[in-house]
């Protein structure tokens, strides 16, 4: 196992399968093309050492260019291609195989056939040393490639989590066993805000709030955030699918956490169906729900002088904060035992000094991770 970063990644593919599949995507290009002089275009950065092997082993006349384009962050596509090095300039009337490193979206494929499109070549076709067949839009033919993988991040063999690991002569994959997925309960003035912090700064969870991603989508009048801002308009709740796409959003724009804490949502049995289906979809799950229970009291008591000192009208009024409990006991009763139908649901005393609670917590989740 290795480590890049902040992630850790098993081995998956040998120096000697690598070479084994550079050699059969040769030998077909050259099959194809021994009568002529192909160029052949390396994609960079990812396809140099594919690139490099690919013609120790082609055994024609052919020439070499290179070009580059940029379309991941981390560890997936930014749906975004930038093109920073161009076409080469001398391939009117050639034959050109692009020389690929991996084929997953479509998306890059797509920006290369756009870049060649506006040239006379004599013909253009793709040689990807990797293919996820399940992620690929299908949109253009894949005329070479070396084997289909499953859809894991991998590194190696020019491939890259966030520049390193090209390097390596061997291909591993995410160890995806440590990822974390976790609910978090909290009566008002529990600290769950403060609990949120220290976890995903410990365990690089990524923090989703509900309240924060609904502003967030309102403000920058996102599609999502119009739609749910037509329902508003109109004094009705928002659905919950347009919920669940906002929170499917956060987790695809954060495919660098090793988990995520879902603060707010679910609030109903519905909601966490809903919940648990889009993770399953990701191959992914919720491991643990953690509720920071704390007599209502001490709450009360917390919130009164936090409300005195914020100036925060709600955490002033003793009632309204009553009826806030209330509201929380009602919603989460079934939600508690729908969680802990599965196993899933724990509790951890909310009182105490913040770096007590911490530590009760982090006892939580070290026990997921050992499991």
Do not use: W
């Not at 050109?96 to 797509?110: A, C, M, Q, Y």
């Not at 084997?147 to 966030?162: A, H, N, S």
């Not at 919920?243 to 090793?258: W, Y």
């Not at 001490?298 to 309204?320: A, N, W």
């Amino acid at each position: 196992m290795i480590k890049l970063h902040d992630k850790q990644f098993v081995p998956f593919l040998s120096e000697e399968q690598i070479l084994e599949a550079v050699k059969k995507i040769a030998e077909e290009v050259a099959k194809d093309y021994k009568d002529q002089v192909p160029i052949f275009v390396g994609v960079l950065n990812g396809a140099f050492m594919f690139a490099s092997d690919f013609l120790k082993y082609y055994p024609h006349p052919c020439e070499v260019s290179f070009v580059k384009l940029s379309s991941y962050r981390g560890l997936t596509s930014t749906g975004i291609v930038e093109t920073l090095l161009d076409v080469p300039k001398s391939i009117e009337g050639r034959s050109v195989i692009i020389l690929e490193d991996i084929i997953d979206t479509g998306r890059t494929l797509r920006a290369l056939v756009h870049l060649f499109s506006n040239t006379n070549v004599k013909d253009f076709k793709i040689a990807s040393l990797f293919f996820k067949s399940e992620l690929y839009n299908g949109e253009y033919s894949i005329d070479y490639f070396g084997m289909e993988i499953p859809d894991k991040f991998i590194v190696g063999y020019g491939l890259d989590y966030r520049e390193l690991g090209r390097n390596l002569r061997q291909v591993y994959q995410l160890n995806q066993n440590q990822m974390i997925n976790l609910v978090l309960f909290g009566k008002p003035g529990a600290g769950k805000g403060t609990q949120a912090n220290f976890l995903k700064e410990t365990y690089n969870l990524k923090h989703i709030s509900t309240g924060d991603v609904f502003r967030y989508n309102i403000k920058n009048g996102t599609e999502l955030g119009k739609l749910a801002q037509s329902y508003m308009d109109k004094g009705d709740l928002v659905p919950d699918e347009v919920t669940i796409k906002m929170l499917q959003d956060e987790v695809d724009n954060n495919p660098e956490a090793s988990g995520f804490i879902f603060d707010g949502f679910p609030r109903t049995t519905a909601q966490a169906e809903a919940l648990d289906n889009f993770l399953e979809s990701k191959n992914m799950q919720i491991d643990a729900t953690i509720a920071l229970e704390a007599d209502e009291e001490v709450l009360i008591q917390r919130l009164l002088d936090r409300g005195k000192e914020s100036g925060r009208p709600d955490d002033q009024d003793e009632e309204k904060i009553r009826n806030r409990f209330e509201e929380y006991n009602q919603k989460t009763a079934p939600l508690k035992a729908y969680y802990e139908k599965q196993g899933k649901f724990q509790s951890v005393d909310g009182i105490g000094e913040i770096t007590e609670i911490t530590q009760r917590l982090q006892k939580v989740i070290d026990a997921l991770q050992v499991a």
